[in-house]
């Protein structure tokens, strides 16, 4: 029987997963080897320096470059204040004074003598990095940042939209057929992450955001109201810096589509527990999918599961991962041996799909995966 590799959505009860938590510049570990941490801790901590801006203090007094220097009243390290008076012209008569003021809250970091132009730069923004997960810190890195360690249950998405998220996993519907509508969105899921079936509605995500619901888990989106979430047709390769108020993460494509059975199951039986999750996704190389990582308690038992390669084979369910067809689902109808020639004039081994709406395409092995049950 013909028989191929292809990458899959992984879907495992119990698996051990590892996070980097690093800082985008040099700071300060707040934890440290061998640490238990919760996800909303924070690991690691630093300052991100603050913006510059340039005055022109020559052409604000209407006086020399090379003189700025003697109508300073701040210094080089000085603090200012918004509006706080830099520098002043010298006169024996007040209204024949020349002023020119700070427009910002910050330090006075240089000045020149040259140009004329002092330059002012704003406080340092605080960034933390959280643990993420709930978990141990198995290793640092000295001032960039640590690794935290759990055993949990893990799902992948095809896709998402939105970044980190951490919440109480909680059922919207009680089946994956059922469509997550808006009287599915309730006061008491502020702070929860809701789980739908095989559709949620615009309305449904517009009213979970207003309702503080931190992200939905979907089996099926429809473009149209993806586009409406975002306020814009997404057209980018990776997604996850959204600032939409809401985390979506999507199991199977972009249409109505039950959920697949086993990980609809999985994150029922883990309702109530604390999740995270993040709807990064990079369709391009280097993929990146959208995760839902559950940490499982520590009396937690059982063999934990390891990722292993799909076999793709005749009969199987797959999903598109390329355009101009993503997101659609149909069962492999052959495997062709022979390499084939497609538009980019490459030669690539190809499958035939059956589309779940009938038709027939023939796509590079490399654009698909096989769905889990």
Not at 92 to 121: D, M
């Amino acid at each position: 029987m013909a028989h191929a590799y292809t990458p899959g959505l992984r879907v495992a009860e119990k698996t051990k997963i590892r996070k980097a938590r690093v800082l985008p510049l040099p700071g300060e570990l707040v934890v440290k080897k061998g640490d238990r941490v919760e996800a909303e801790d924070v690991v690691a901590r630093t300052e991100l320096p603050g913006k510059v801006f340039s005055v022109n203090v020559a052409g604000r007094l209407g006086i020399p470059p090379e003189e700025v220097v003697k109508y300073m009243i701040r210094k080089e390290g000085d603090p200012v204040a918004k509006d706080e008076i830099l520098a002043e012209s010298k006169s024996l008569l007040a209204w024949l004074k020349a002023t020119c003021t700070s427009p910002i809250k910050g330090t006075v970091e240089t000045i020149s003598n040259i140009t004329g132009q002092v330059l002012l730069r704003e406080p340092p923004q605080p960034i933390e990095v959280r643990a993420y997960i709930g978990g141990r810190v198995v290793e640092v890195m000295e001032k960039e940042g640590v690794v935290v360690e759990t055993t949990a249950s893990f799902v992948q998405g095809i896709f998402g939209v939105g970044g980190e998220a951490v919440g109480l996993l909680e059922m919207g519907v009680n089946s994956p057929e059922e469509v997550l509508e808006p009287k599915g969105i309730r006061q008491e899921h502020e702070g929860k992450i809701l789980v739908a079936g095989s559709l949620v509605t615009w309305e449904a995500m517009d009213k979970a955001r207003k309702a503080g619901v931190k992200g939905i888990v979907t089996g099926g989106v429809y473009d149209e109201d993806l586009k409406a979430l975002l306020g814009y047709d997404l057209g980018v390769a990776i997604t996850g810096s959204e600032e939409i108020g809401l985390t979506l993460i999507v199991t199977e494509g972009f249409s109505r589509i039950n959920m697949a059975k086993k990980t609809f199951e999985l994150l029922q039986s883990k309702r109530g527990m604390k999740a995270s999750i993040n709807g990064a996704t990079q369709i391009r190389a280097g993929v990146v999918r959208p995760e839902i990582i559950i940490p499982l308690n520590k009396e937690a038992t059982g063999e934990e599961e390891t990722p292993a390669e799909t076999g793709m084979t005749i009969g199987d369910m797959v999903r598109v991962i390329r355009e101009p067809h993503f997101g659609k689902i149909g069962k492999v109808k052959s495997l062709p041996v022979e390499l084939q020639t497609i538009e980019t004039e490459a030669k690539v081994r190809v499958v035939e799909i059956e589309l779940t709406e009938g038709s027939t395409i023939l796509i590079p092995r490399a654009n698909v995966e096989v769905i889990k049950l």
